[in-house]
T-cell receptor, first 114, second 118 residues
């Protein structure tokens, strides 16, 4: 069964460093998302991406964040200069093309900022 | 702004018994979707069940069913004949109706950790 895959599963970085989290969505899906979950808190929407551009972003998704789909298969989240509060589990998701449809999630990438 | 509240951080149930997980939400939207996602330990979230707000009939998927009360803004999940494999974190989520890129923004509750005991 097709799956959304994410790498790395865990990354430890120093504050101020750039981090790129990678995702391979399900191949025929058209909508792509990043969510994050700070330990003990809710899963929060960061950004949605459709037709090669950002469709919607939350207030969390500030100028330090960017997303890209560089080669038609990978979908990346870049954090330019990490802060301690960026430590979280980051989930990638994709959706086919259906109003109110099912999102398929990856297993997540745990980011620890020291 | 929409909010989703799950008031039960943890629950447990004996195998083969029935358990109900609670979820309430707040929205001014009239057209939206509600979901229950399951996240087993160290695995990805998967969809358990989905409800369209304009449908009065409660959604069912095998052993999983919902009690959707639109006026009360309540969306509880009932698991019948609980199995050990049902042990997981369960998230209730809200999505407002939209088209194209304006959909997929799920608002999640904090989750309920369900343990099924043998």
């Amino acid at each position: 069964e097709p799956e959304v895959t994410q790498t790395p599963s865990h990354q430890v970085t120093q504050m101020g460093q750039e981090v790129i989290l990678r995702c391979v969505p399900i191949s025929n899906h058209l909508y792509f998302y990043w969510y994050r979950q700070i330990l003990g808190q809710k899963v929060e929407f960061l950004v949605s991406f459709y037709n090669n551009e950002i469709s919607e972003k939350s207030e969390i998704f500030d100028d330090q964040f960017s997303v890209e789909r560089p080669d038609g298969s990978n979908f990346t989240l870049k954090i330019r200069s990490t802060k301690l509060e960026d430590s979280a589990m980051y989930f990638c998701a994709s959706m086919l093309a259906e109003v109110g449809g099912e999102l398929f999630f990856g297993e997540g990438s745990r980011l620890t900022v020291l | 702004a929409q909010t989703v509240t799950q008031s039960q951080p943890e629950m447990s149930v004996q195998e083969a018994e029935t358990v109900t997980l609670s979820c309430t939400y707040d929205t001014s939207e009239n057209n939206y979707y509600l979901f229950w996602y399951k996240q087993p330990p160290s695995r990805q979230m998967i969809l358990v069940i989905r409800q369209e707000a304009y449908k009065q009939q409660n959604a069912t998927e095998n052993r999983f069913s919902v009690n959707f009360q639109k006026a009360a803004k309540s969306f509880s999940l009932k698991i019948s004949d609980s199995q050990l494999g049902d042990t997981a974190m369960y998230f209730c989520a809200f999505m407002k109706h939209g088209y194209g890129g304006s959909q997929g923004n799920l608002i999640f509750g904090k989750g309920t950790k369900l343990s099924v005991k043998p």
